[in-house]
């Protein structure tokens, strides 16, 4: 498990010393991300174990100078500039409730087949069996995952928990927000339902394939395959230049889908709120909610991220992370009721 920065949990463990001496497939990952491990474990000096870090001691996870918030100056200035703009002219496709909430993206009602048939390449026994799902209603689902200044815009509004994510020296800014639990996702919907007064929410699995394959039967919503053009993710064959594969990128780096939707493959794994079953096994909701039996401890992330192949970017693939876990690979998007 050498360097790897997210758990694979069916992966080879009996290596010797001898073994890992050299490189090889299966011993950790090749570029490890620089982790302040040291900068870390100085900013939790004093908090209580298991304890979720207070608005204090998460200041100095941000990539500034420790004990200072980000600065939000400049992106409230252009972000209420923008909104200003957008109540002048937009899509009837679209909604934005206020400057600091995300833009959101209407997607409509529909039907289609959730799950990987046998036989598509990439695919894993949980993905099965393929099953229709009949969404019979619109949702809003937001335009890009949530972001750094996002999310420190709930902080500074006393929300969030006064937790604030380490960035792992990766970017803040307008990169999507990482280091948030499930548990920490759900703190920010419920901060944003109070604060403009409509019923924020994760997605669910159902929807977010959905508002994946916008329309597409294909394994991915790109087609039969997906290049380092639409997506950020690892090519081990032909590694892109730049932070591509290796680490986050700003949100809306890659093109949308059909939808309008930036990023539902790639880039971070975003948590959903379906509980983790093994596979659908002919009991998955058919219309379009969540899964809220199961394995609630793990939660069902989705998207792939930026550190694996192109197999895990299918509108099929799925996964799973402890829900408690703040994952230096994880963010979320969130969605509206309308």
Not at 183 to 212: C, F
Not at 236 to 263: C, E, I, R, W
Not at 293 to 305: E, K, L, N, P, Y
């Amino acid at each position: 498990l050498r360097n790897q920065i997210d758990r694979t949990y069916d992966a080879r463990m009996d290596f010797g010393l001898a073994d890992l001496q050299t490189p090889g497939p299966g011993k950790g990952w090749p570029n490890p991300p620089d982790v302040d491990t040291r900068g870390y474990l100085v900013s939790m000096q004093g908090a209580k174990r298991n304890s979720a870090p207070t608005a204090q001691t998460g200041s100095a996870y941000a990539s500034g100078s420790a004990g200072s918030p980000p600065d939000l100056t400049t992106w409230r200035s252009g972000r209420r500039t923008e909104f200003a703009e957008w109540q002048q002219q937009h899509s009837n496709r679209e909604l934005w409730d206020a400057p600091e909430a995300p833009r959101m993206v209407v997607v409509p009602p529909g039907s289609f087949v959730m799950g990987a048939p046998q036989g598509e390449p990439g695919r894993w026994k949980w993905e099965g069996p393929p099953h229709r799902v009949n969404i019979g209603y619109a949702y809003a689902v937001g335009k890009y995952p949530v972001t750094f200044n996002e999310w420190d815009a709930c902080v500074a509004d006393g929300g969030c928990k006064g937790y604030t994510p380490y960035d792992e020296h990766w970017g803040r800014s307008n990169h999507p927000v990482i280091n948030v639990s499930w548990d920490d996702a759900q703190a920010y919907v419920a901060w944003l339902s109070r604060k403009t007064g409509h019923r924020y929410r994760l997605l669910s699995e159902a929807e977010y394939e959905y508002a994946e394959r916008a329309g597409s039967a294909a394994p991915y919503s790109t087609g039969e395959s997906i290049s380092l053009r639409d997506a950020n993710f690892l090519d081990p064959d032909h590694p892109a230049p730049g932070a591509q594969g290796k680490t986050p990128m700003p949100v809306g780096s890659f093109p949308p889908n059909p939808f309008g939707l930036y990023d539902m493959q790639g880039n971070v794994w975003v948590w959903v709120q379906d509980c983790w079953h093994d596979d659908y096994g002919g009991k998955a909701p058919v219309d379009g909610s969540a899964w809220l039996t199961g394995d609630c401890q793990r939660r069902v992330v989705r998207a792939g991220s930026f550190n694996r192949d192109r197999s895990f970017m299918r509108s099929a693939a799925r996964y799973w992370i402890v829900g408690q876990l703040r994952s230096a690979l994880a963010g979320f998007r969130v969605a509206r009721d309308l």
